[in-house]
């Protein structure tokens, strides 16, 4: 979202940024703020909804890769929660920090754009946790340092729901994910294929959705933990060829993926590549297949089609 009473600017932003993302423009900070503050009880029902899925699992119901695709399918609305809103400072009548400051609930992420008077005034507000990001609007070809910066912005989640999703995770997978890496080396994996995913403990592995619907399970092995995955690899019927390349790091198999979807027949197999530089970490891609996937109707592209064309407000 961008607030800024200039309607040029306004609509430059409008042709620029990148047309899968929805964007909403608004000159009247009132307007920008009224909007922004029916959203938290919105974002405080999908965090409830999410860590009841974890309760669930945890308390002997769905596994939580069945109940995240289901998720998936049924709450589209989502995707209208505002992850970032960025505010001019100068506006006449409630400047860029005033109308942040009437915010107080909304959980998303705070940008501040500024003149060359105010960037002592913006640096202040990031020391002070007000804003997560300022940008001098005299900053050279500043649609794309713009776009970057929303990028890397919008590729963090809410903290509040990825500390309900680290609450699945063990010691030992949670020191495995903060090794620097391989949390680069995943962030990168998941941004180049996916607009959301789940990083989840049990299994091991993150479950990724991209714009038209596809899903995928990238599983994640320690390599001490070989042996243990060959055995239940080798009890599911995969023969020893198959067995070996488990054991010797080559491929992983998914048996708890094919456990929580309900999928008969033989694990499958996928080719194991390295997370991270410290040899401790593999991982490999499987695809889920339609019949247990989400409706495509429910992806981000099929809402974004339906969403209204881009004007000021």
């Known amino acids: 979202m961008f ?28 307007d920008c703020i009224n909007q922004l503050q029916q959203e938290p009880p919105l974002w405080d029902a999908d965090a409830w909804t999410q860590q009841q899925m974890i309760e669930d699992a945890r308390t002997g119901g769905a596994p939580l890769i069945a109940q995240i695709l289901r998720y998936w399918g049924a709450h589209a609305d989502r995707y209208a929660l505002t992850q970032v809103c960025v505010v001019d400072y100068s506006m006449p009548g409630m400047d860029g920090l005033q109308a942040l400051s009437e915010l107080v609930d909304w959980p998303g992420q705070r940008v501040l754009l500024t003149g060359q008077a105010d960037e002592q005034i913006a ?40 500390q309900i999703w680290r609450a699945t995770l063990t010691k030992s997978q949670n020191a495995l994910l903060r090794v620097p890496s391989i949390a680069r080396d995943l962030s990168t994996f998941a941004s180049e294929h996916w607009v959301e995913y789940v990083v989840i403990g049990r299994p091991f592995g993150v479950l990724g959705r991209d714009a038209n619907g596809h ?46 979807l309900g999928r008969g027949g033989k694990p499958a197999l996928g080719l194991a590549r390295p997370i991270g530089h410290e040899q401790s970490l593999l991982g490999a891609l499987f695809q889920v297949d339609a019949a247990h996937s989400p409706d495509p109707a429910s992806s981000y592209n099929q809402w974004l089609n339906r969403q209204p064309r881009r004007e000021v407000k």
């Open 215 to 260: 899903v995928g399970w990238l599983q994640l092995e320690p390599v001490s933990a070989l042996d243990e995955l060959a055995g239940l690899a080798r009890m599911a019927g995969v023969g020893a060829a198959g067995v070996a390349d488990i054991q010797a790091g080559k491929k992983l198999a998914d048996p708890e993926l094919a456990q929580a």
């Open 3 to 30: 607030l800024d009473d200039d309607p040029d600017y306004l609509a430059m932003l409008a042709l620029v940024m990148p047309e899968n993302w929805n964007v909403r423009l608004f000159r009247g900070p009132q």
């Open 123 to 162: 640096v202040d507000a990031f020391n002070r946790g007000l804003i997560e990001q300022f940008i001098p609007k005299q900053t050279p070809d500043i649609p794309r340092r713009l776009i970057e910066i929303l990028q890397r912005l919008y590729a963090n989640a809410s903290g509040r729901h990825s």
